[in-house]
């Protein structure tokens, strides 16, 4: 298989503006599958506008894009969703009040057949199917370490889990790509280790992972590569070691302290 073969997601010439702001400027990155990707950058950069121009949410001015070699529209976030980019986000989106297995199993629904008329008369190939989906759901609970509060409504859980099981939604849709918005936010120290096992473990299972995360420290021992934002231009992009020595980086983002040699 040639490299090329091998790039999960294409984007090039993201653009993006809102009234006065350019909050993305000619933006490409190309992802290798089994990659994990970081996004990073100051407040304001446009990373959350790159996730949201990718996965459908903001129509981009202008950029190509392609996903497993197939070019996709980022038009609709069902759409998206469907071709194959699951994600979490930044303020964490879970059905409060459902349970943390009906949660994954929303996420599984987008990929099963028989629709709404096997739905609404529970036909025998409806019920097989919603079994199957039930005892996945419960495999990525136990897969992302939560599996004994599959019954516990979601808001339920602690923040740590809530963000895990945002995770294992988004693994249900069996995603050609991942997208994980600043998944360590607000989390303490052991639960940052934890989490980082996890991703370890989610790349060597040979998924493909992009990531925006503001833990540094996180993003350099976990990501391929990287890619710094801006002001919503690209000002560097590459191994995490090639980035950290970056004097534009360094400027504009991780202060000298960062430098490694
Ligand atoms: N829906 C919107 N309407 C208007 N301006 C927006 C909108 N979304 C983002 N912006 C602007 O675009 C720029 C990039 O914002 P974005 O949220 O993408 O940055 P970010 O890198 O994700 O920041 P943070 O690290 O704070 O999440 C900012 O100037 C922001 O104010």
Redesign the pocket.
């Known amino acids: 298989m040639s490299t090329h073969d091998n790039i999960v997601l294409n984007v090039s010439g993201a653009s993006k503006r ?2 006065g ?1 350019q ?1 993305l400027s000619d933006v490409g990155i190309q992802i290798q599958r089994g990659q994990v990707y970081g996004l990073i ?10 996730f949201n121009v990718i996965t459908g949410l ?1 129509t981009p001015d202008g950029g190509s894009f392609s996903l497993g070699g197939t070019p996709y529209t980022p038009q609709a976030v069902h759409q998206v969703a469907k071709a194959g980019i699951a994600r979490t986000f ?1 303020n964490i989106r879970l059905f409060a009040d459902m349970t943390a297995i009906e949660n994954v199993m929303v996420g599984r629904h987008i990929r099963t057949k028989s629709g709404l008329v096997g739905a609404v008369f529970r036909t025998p190939k409806f019920k097989a199917e919603e079994a199957a989906i039930k005892a996945r759901a419960q495999e990525l609970l136990d897969y992302v370490g939560i599996g004994k509060y599959a019954d516990y409504k979601a808001r339920t859980l602690s923040y740590g889990d809530q963000r895990r099981l945002e995770i294992a939604r988004a693994l249900a849709t069996d995603p050609q790509l991942i997208a994980l918005d ?1 998944p360590a936010a607000g989390m303490n120290a052991t639960e940052k280790v934890v989490l980082r096992e996890l991703i370890d473990r989610i790349r060597n299972d040979g998924r493909t992972i992009l990531l ?1 995360e ?1 833990d540094v420290k996180l993003v350099m021992g976990l990501c391929d590569r990287v890619t710094v ?1 801006d002001y ?1 231009k690209q000002i560097a992009e590459g191994t995490p070691a090639e980035v950290q020595n970056n004097e534009k980086v360094i400027e504009a983002y991780l202060g000298a302290g960062h430098k490694t040699h």
């Open positions: 809102f009234g702001v909050a950058g100051p407040n304001g950069a446009g990373k959350t506008t790159f903001y930044q600043e925006i503001h934002l919503g």
